[in-house]
């Protein structure tokens, strides 16, 4: 079975140091791999994703992540927080599903909740 | 991006009452449709699964006459909330899919979610 684990609920970082939020994964296979962020309010937004291609994957507002495969990790980074990325992080690992039709029945790790200080 | 839409944004409604929502997909169409509840401080959690035209399909643990989900057609799906009871409050949250080139390819989308509240 599939899984993720978030290994930190909460972090706090100071504006302009950098970021790592950690994930570790569980799969029977060669997994598909996302972060997504939940700001307030509003909806679920994809960072990046990794689908068997370059480990390292790159995503948007200077989010990257890195699959390693002996460690079964795959830790989100970006050199530098900004307040605008003070928010709810989720790493999900996609699924077998035969009721979907298809690749990706996701499953969510618990959440890490990123606070970012002046 | 893609646009998903779900209406109500918030909805507070007695014990034993039913509350619909709504989750539209504005400018793709959605093959299938994932509902999520969300509880809060918590994450995700995949309540049942539809393909437009068919029947749901529900995770273990959901209740399908509870929740009944409606995919009639590509861009709109409805979720339903029976007689709904204090419990049942929580955050529900639509997931489109947009079917396109290989299974790994395909992009899930969220709306922004509902918050239900039961008194």
């Known amino acids: 079975a599939q899984s993720v684990t978030q290994l930190d609920s909460h972090v706090s970082v100071s504006e302009g140091t950098p970021v790592l939020l950690r994930c570790n994964y569980s799969?029977?296979?060669?997994?598909?791999l996302f972060w997504y962020v939940q700001h307030p309010n509003k909806g679920l937004q994809l960072l990046l994703k990794y689908t068997s291609a370059a480990t390292l994957v790159k995503g948007i507002n200077g989010f990257e992540a890195e699959f390693k495969k002996s460690e079964t990790s795959f830790h989100l980074t970006k050199p530098s927080a900004h307040m605008s990325d003070a928010a709810e992080y989720f790493c999900?690992?996609?699924?077998?599903?035969?009721?979907?039709?298809?690749?990706?029945?996701?499953?969510f790790g618990a959440g890490t909740r990123l606070a970012v200080h002046p | 991006g893609a646009v998903v839409s779900q209406h109500p944004s918030w909805v507070i409604c007695k014990s034993g009452t039913s509350v619909k929502i709504e989750c539209r997909s504005l400018?793709?169409?959605?093959?299938?449709m994932f509902w999520y509840r969300q509880f809060p401080k918590q994450s995700l959690m995949l309540m049942a699964t539809s393909n437009e035209g068919s029947k749901a399909t529900y995770e273990q643990g959901v209740e399908k006459d509870k929740f009944l989900i409606n995919h009639a057609s590509l861009t709109l799906s409805t979720l339903t909330v029976t007689s709904a009871h204090p419990e049942d409050s929580s955050f529900y949250i639509c997931s489109p899919r947009m079917a396109s080139g290989r299974a790994v390819d395909y992009e899930q989308y969220f709306g922004p979610g509902t918050r239900l509240t039961v008194t």
């Open positions: 999900v690992v996609s699924a077998l599903s035969m009721f979907s039709g298809g690749y990706n029945k996701l499953i």
């Open positions: 400018d793709f169409q959605a093959t299938t």
């Open positions: 799969s029977s296979y060669s997994p598909s």
